[in-house]
């Protein structure tokens, strides 16, 4: 059945459904109606495949479960936060209402960094999310915790905020270690300098607060490519992004976001 919010605010349940047939036909039609017509395609058809191209589901989450002490942070699923390093053990992710809601908490001295292992050379993630706020951004940073040339395994991003897109070649950017260390001993060179404004690119995009969208980040070979809500954002290619395997998806959060129904894939060739 489609999770939806409308469904979720007035409280129903599956019971509820399974006992009337006529009030399940209603509220379906109902929260269909209600439900854009951008998201309401990406979840019936999330995918769209060259003829050649296999897409192999790796990962899915749609965080219809509970936690058995509200308190405390249960994610499950393989999910790890970063919250007892760096926000001194609060809690900063929460089950409800069948979504993942991502909070900075003020002790915190990094952003949130929610993490699954996602193992890949080129991949698809998708995702539903909400931005309650203006001033709240969604990051999707894919890593290699195994390669040490660069600052914890930081290979390729992109941060979704409610005016714009951006997407980054971190390896090969600001987390190689060279660059980094530069950076930190305000040593950069003219040439660095220069190199950096090659690795990222920002592509202008407004989102409704409040609202749910739907993303799609594609990564094939050197090219990273959004899509939200059915439309194409951009895509950047940087030799960084090649890297022959990604190891894991961290979902970075500086203040406030809701995620829902993700799903990872693995793209190759039939």
């Not at 059945?1 to 459904?17: D, N, P």
């Not at 950017?173 to 260390?181: C, D, L, S, T, Y």
Request: charged share 30%; net charge positive; with cysteine.
């Amino acid at each position: 059945m489609m999770k939806t919010e409308t469904a979720r605010s007035e409280g129903k349940c599956l019971g509820h459904f399974n006992s009337c047939r006529l009030c399940t036909a209603k509220v379906l039609m109902s929260n269909l109606m209600k439900t854009p017509l951008s998201c309401l395609a990406a979840i019936l058809c999330p995918l769209t495949l060259s003829a050649d191209e296999k897409a192999t589901l790796i990962f899915e989450d749609d965080f219809e479960r509970t936690e058995s002490d509200n308190s405390k942070e249960e994610i499950g699923k393989g999910w790890v936060s970063n919250s007892k390093k760096r926000a001194k053990g609060n809690k900063q992710v929460d089950l409800k209402d069948g979504a993942m809601h991502i909070t900075f908490h003020p002790v915190a001295d990094h952003a949130v960094s929610v993490v699954h292992p996602a193992e890949f050379q080129d991949g698809k993630v998708t995702l539903r999310f909400k931005l309650p706020t203006a001033t709240d951004s969604l990051g999707l940073n894919f890593a290699d915790q195994q390669f040490k040339e660069v600052h914890a395994g930081h290979l390729c991003m992109t941060k979704i905020s409610t005016k714009n897109v951006q997407m980054n070649d971190l390896k090969t950017g600001i987390m190689a270690n060279e660059i980094r260390k530069a950076r930190q001993d305000k040593a950069m060179t003219p040439k660095q300098q220069k190199m950096l404004k090659t690795k990222t690119k920002r592509f202008p995009n407004k989102l409704e607060v409040g609202k749910w969208h739907h993303l799609v980040v594609t990564i094939k070979g050197e090219t990273m490519t959004v899509t939200i809500n059915e439309k194409k954002v951009g895509s950047f290619s940087s030799e960084g992004i090649a890297h022959p395997t990604k190891r894991a998806l961290r979902v970075a959060v500086p203040k406030k976001v809701i995620i829902d129904d993700l799903k990872i894939y693995s793209l190759g060739k039939e």
